[in-house]
């Protein structure tokens, strides 16, 4: 290695070493094994924490709600929706 200082080295070689274990030992093995492990749960959200998390539509493939007052009217697909597709849901460009 370059220089002199011992100290730098080794603070370079420890730092080294533990992105190494990181990587290789921690995200490659044991964080998969422990995801297999736990299985379904390990997406799930704990009702409570659920009721107090607001709901995000990011790509806006919900419905919105209907105001109080009105009725739910029910309208034709577009002309290029799949038959049998959710309504509300995009799938144009959907693979699968």
């Known amino acids: 290695m370059l220089g002199e200082d011992r100290v730098i080295k080794e603070f370079g070689l420890s730092l ?30 704990p009702g409570r924490l659920d009721r107090l998390l607001p709901r995000l ?14 009725q739910a ?8 929706a799949r038959r049998g597709a959710r309504p509300g849901v995009a799938t144009e460009g959907a693979e699968g």
Not at 16 to 40: E, K, M, N, T, Y
């Open 57 to 70: 539509n990011i790509e806006g493939t919900v419905l919105p709600a209907q105001p109080a007052g009105e």
């Open 16 to 45: 080294a070493s533990a992105v190494f274990l990181d990587a290789l030992v921690v995200r490659c093995l044991l964080l998969p094994a422990v995801l297999h492990l736990i299985g379904r749960r390990t997406w799930s959200v």
């Open 73 to 80: 009217t029910t309208t034709a697909p577009p002309s290029g």
